[in-house]
Structures are given as structure tokens and as C-alpha cells.
T-cell receptor, first 117, second 112 residues
């Protein structure tokens, strides 16, 4: 089955520790995205990557870092510099080719809930 | 800057009603618009994708329309069921920025 997997589902960390969230897709999509969801604030874009070895900052990139060494993987590191890291993190991917009628349709993973105390 | 607004923020209806969820956006230069469903604590499920050149899309009991010139989209749910209870999110994709911009969502409760 094609899809996006995120692990772990729940993650608990102490303040001051870096933590890496995993996102893997087997949809052969070029583009991948990381969003943060907080109650009452909707989804906000953290980082996105349209091609391997390239990524761009989204609207709230401070305190986060990413890498895109493989097409199918886009891990997100929440660093100790992120002031309010507790949130629900969602990964997504999409095809880029405009030849497809489904171009840029985003598919989401199940999410990782991060709690930092 | 693109802004997406969804009205109402919450909606409660009895089972069987037809209902309409509204989405408006400020910049009509969009590539596509997506409607998503989110259940509590879960990821987003794509319901319908409307390309900028299309006026509507249908899937089962769901019908989404798009009017780019007025910056509006509606999601019509026919014969609502308790299983339709969820948060519905509208999002527009701008080819220029490569970003999907989300509304705050409409939380729907369908009572048996």
C-alpha cells in the first residue's frame, strides 16, 4: 500500500533536548512538507522540500531543522531553540509534475504528537 | 498575502440534513483548492481536489464548488450521517509560493 508513515505516534522529551521526527513516503512524490498544528491556530508550514537535497523555510522555521537526502524521507529535528515545541506535527507529500491531474494534491501522514516537559 | 477563512467555525446538525461549509480566500491566483477531513488526533484525509480551471468536483455525498473570481469555495454534504462528524479544512495552493495555505476549519457534529 502506498502512503506516508510518521513515527513515533507519541513522543515525550525533556526541555533542552533535541528530538527527530521521522517521515517516510512510498508514493514517489518529489515534494514533502512539515506542518505544526496547535489548538485554535490551524496548520502552519515549518519546512518544505520540492526536490532531493533542497528545502525551503516555511512560516515558522525557527528552532527546527530538516534534511532531504533521499526522495522518500524528510526527517524533522525539533531543537532546544524551539520555544514552544509541544504540538501535533504532520508530514505531507505531493507530486510536482503538472502533467498529472493530481499535481500538488497533498497527502498527509498520521501525525506525531510531541510533548516536551 | 493569501488568507483563507472558513465559516462557520462549528456546526451541529441532526442526522439526514444537507449542509454547506464555506471557504473564502483573498488571492484568486491559486493553482488548486483542497478540502480535507480531520478526525480528533488523526492526520488529514483529502476529500476533494479542485484545479483552478474547474468549477466543481463530486465524490459520493460530497460536492465542492470553486469560484475563483469571487474567492469562494463551498463543500456540500448531502444526507449527513453521524460518521461525518469531524473537522473539515479548506486549503489553497499557490504555484508561485509552493505553499498550501489552510483555513482554521469547521468542526461538524451530526447528531443521531
Amino acid at each position: 500500500d502506498g502512503g506516508i508513515t510518521q513515527s513515533p505516534k507519541y513522543l515525550f522529551r525533556k526541555e533542552g533536548q533535541n528530538v527527530t521526527l521521522s517521515c517516510e513516503q512510498n508514493l514517489n512524490h518529489d515534494a514533502m512538507y512539515w506542518y505544526r498544528q496547535d489548538p485554535g491556530q490551524g496548520l502552519r508550514l515549518i519546512y518544505y522540500s520540492q526536490i532531493v537535497n533542497d528545502f525551503q523555510k516555511g512560516d515558522i522555521a525557527e528552532g527546527y531543522s530538516v534534511s532531504r537526502e533521499k526522495k522518500e524521507s524528510f526527517p524533522l529535528t525539533v531543537t532546544s531553540a524551539q520555544k514552544n515545541p509541544t504540538a501535533f506535527y504532520l508530514c505531507a507529500s505531493s507530486a510536482r509534475s503538472t502533467a498529472s491531474r493530481r499535481a500538488y494534491e497533498q497527502y498527509f501522514g498520521p501525525g506525531t504528537r510531541l510533548t516536551v516537559t | 498575502k493569501q488568507e483563507v477563512t472558513q465559516i462557520p467555525a462549528a456546526l451541529s446538525v441532526p442526522e439526514g440534513e444537507n449542509l454547506v461549509l464555506n471557504c473564502s480566500f483573498t488571492d484568486s491566483a491559486i493553482y488548486n483548492l483542497q478540502w480535507f477531513r480531520q478526525d480528533p488526533g488523526k492526520g488529514l484525509t483529502s476529500l476533494l481536489l479542485i484545479q483552478s480551471s474547474q468549477r466543481e468536483q463530486t465524490s459520493g455525498r460530497l460536492n465542492a464548488s470553486l469560484d475563483k473570481s469571487s474567492g469562494r469555495s463551498t463543500l456540500y454534504i448531502a444526507a449527513s450521517q453521524p460518521g461525518d462528524s469531524a473537522t473539515y479544512l479548506c486549503a489553497v495552493f499557490s504555484g508561485n509560493t509552493g505553499k498550501l495555505i489552510f483555513g482554521q476549519g469547521t468542526t461538524l457534529q451530526v447528531k443521531p
